[in-house]
């Protein structure tokens, strides 16, 4: 039911009667605690609530929900009520501990907000909400996930799976602690229990994936979902990490990561005009695939001078330090792009395929760049080699062989029919936790749900065409019987999909210096409070010649193209260029959503 604002008014002006120290207090928060029996499967501890007065600025809480781009108002400082509440599951003498956010009374805006995390960890940060005059809350999963990351837990030794930890991780906790969350809310600042108050999620990367988990899973719950380059699909996803290293083993050629480099930028230079404006970013990887041919680059001569490089963290791309990210030693590195060096890109960007030719997943786009396929110095023989990405080697270590190693040691015997059957192990395994592909979003959109999903269209961890075809599953699914035309309609007016000309993976990219859009959660509220529904996506160019320019990016299926001479370009429809990023993955014999 939509409030009316008056109602809302009434509602924020009784709230704000109240002083925040008045209200920030043990036993106000315990009188404020639903009822046990009236969250179902959650009993509340009350004597083990605890409240305080804290401050916080909204440069720290933003940056930690947002993939890496500062979406505050800088360093606006905030005084707010810590709380902690602790409940167990019904029966199972288990422990989950949840902090939340709430904004001085006189800030309050009928809003609760959910902070997405990265790599293998939720958000341990509360405050991110309290810029949107919103309450947060943050969780510890029942497996003290403030302090472990889900990696850490997921075994409880060789061969034995942590369930709780598992699926707590993979959609229940941050449902949980919205439901609680939000009546906790009405309770803490006085409202009637039916009050509205508006509930938002953010999130990149997993954060990204985590959103996805509660549109599908407790989409009535929510309002408003933002979501970048989602992590879902989660066995392809993290097998797919391997596969970049399987094709140099394959190919028994290990290209020096100058190599590589020349590789995408020469690829980057020769793309960018095919957009209509050369500007540095391939906003057209769809017509560089169809139009480009990565051969024309062997012979072009490339140098790199000696260097500490920093590789891979889960989720990034290596101009991000992350978690499991390392440092090492390159020396200086010249030469020629080679033809086994060319074999080694195509055949990364051509994808997954099994030994009868089968497709079994999609890949990033031309023009990303290839950090999987990074190799490792060995000073000893003065020699490049293989060197596995932990995003991918743990996953299969620990989540498909079920052995507490952070890495495979080795590629010995390991073929491309291995990796699909490493995917096809972790998606029936995981089906109902980590995959996060449910294409029916029926009850968030039956609920007035709202979804912003936008994806870096040079992501060098999660292939864009992931986000494309997650988009194209819903749509199928929800809308099957209407005519493309009508089915488009229906769909944008509740969830809208864009990709982000050039940018990497949750940020802009120092290779592409495009656009990024920086205001997403004020576009989602007007969206969402105010009905003002998004035709385009505003981002903005943060370097490079174009540095300020404001693009309104174009809404998936619509594509860029520039005016000729022009700084303004249209959002073309170009059938040829969707087909480019439509996929059939006939290695598995049921459907990858």
């Not at 170009?574 to 480019?580: A, L, V």
């Amino acid at each position: 039911m939509r409030h009316s604002r008056n109602a809302l008014v009434a509602l924020a002006t009784s709230a704000s009667a109240s002083s925040l120290a008045s209200v920030c207090t043990t036993s106000h928060v315990q009188s404020a605690l639903p009822a046990n029996g009236t969250l179902l499967g959650i009993d509340l501890i009350p004597s083990a609530v605890t409240a305080s007065v804290y401050n916080a600025s909204s440069a720290s809480s933003s940056t930690s929900s947002t993939g890496g781009m500062s979406m505050g108002g800088g360093s606006t400082s905030y005084n707010y009520c810590n709380v902690t509440v602790t409940y167990t599951h019904t029966g199972k003498n288990d422990k989950v501990v949840v902090k939340y956010a709430f904004p001085d009374p006189a800030d309050f805006k009928n809003r609760f907000y959910v902070a997405g995390g990265g790599g293998f960890s939720l958000s341990s940060d509360a405050t991110g909400g309290l810029e949107y005059g919103a309450v947060g809350g943050a969780t510890d999963a029942g497996y003290d996930a403030f302090n472990y990351s889900y990696d850490e837990v997921v075994l409880y030794g060789n061969g034995s799976i942590n369930w709780d930890a598992t699926h707590m991780f993979g959609y229940q906790a941050l449902g949980e602690m919205t439901k609680l969350g939000k009546v906790l809310t009405r309770g803490f600042y006085g409202q009637d229990n039916d009050a509205k108050v508006y509930t938002y999620y953010e999130g990149c990367s997993d954060g990204g994936r985590e959103g996805m988990s509660q549109v599908q899973r407790w989409g009535e719950e929510y309002d408003g979902a933002i979501t970048g380059a989602p992590a879902f699909r989660f066995a392809q996803q993290q097998v797919h990490h391997v596969f970049s290293s399987a094709v140099e083993k394959t190919l028994d050629y290990y290209p020096t990561p100058c190599e590589l480099a020349k590789i995408v930028n020469a690829t980057i230079e020769a793309c960018d005009p095919l957009d209509g404006r050369t500007d540095g970013v391939v906003s057209r990887t769809d017509l560089c695939k169809l139009n480009f041919d990565l051969k024309t680059i062997i012979g072009e001569p490339y140098y790199c001078a000696e260097q500490n490089y920093t590789s891979l963290g889960f989720g990034f791309s290596k101009r991000q330090a992350a978690q499991g990210s390392s440092t090492s030693y390159q020396p200086a590195q010249n030469g020629t792009v080679s033809a086994e060096g060319i074999a080694v890109a195509q055949a990364i960007y051509n994808g997954l395929h099994n030994s009868d030719n089968e497709r079994a997943y999609l890949s990033w786009q031309i023009a990303s760049e290839l950090s999987d396929a990074t190799t490792s110095y060995n000073s000893d023989t003065d020699s490049w080699e293989l060197s596995i990405p932990s995003t991918g080697g743990e996953y299969v270590t620990k989540f498909v062989q079920l052995l507490d190693l952070d890495n495979l040691s080795d590629l010995n015997n390991v073929t491309y029919d291995t990796l699909v059957e490493w995917m096809q192990t972790g998606m029936v395994r995981y089906m109902d936790s980590l995959q996060t592909t449910l294409p029916d979003l029926t009850p968030f959109q039956a609920s007035g749900g709202k979804l912003l999903h936008y994806h870096g269209e040079s992501d060098p961890s999660i292939p864009a065409a992931s986000s494309v075809r997650y988009w194209q599953a819903v749509r199928s699914i929800m809308y099957p019987d209407l005519s493309a035309a009508k089915s488009l309609e229906a769909l944008s007016d509740w969830y809208q999909f864009y990709l982000i000309p050039g940018a990497a993976h949750c940020g802009a990219n120092s290779l592409q210096p495009g656009p990024y859009p920086q205001n997403n959660m004020e576009i989602m509220i007007d969206w969402v409070e105010n009905g003002v529904k998004p035709s385009r996506l505003n981002a903005t160019v943060s370097s490079g010649d174009y540095e300020g320019e404001t693009q309104m990016l174009c809404q998936w299926p619509k594509r860029p193209l520039w005016k000729k001479g022009s700084d303004d370009f249209e959002c073309v429809s170009d059938q040829k260029s969707i087909e480019s990023w439509t996929y059939d993955f006939p290695a598995f014999k049921v459907p990858v959503y």
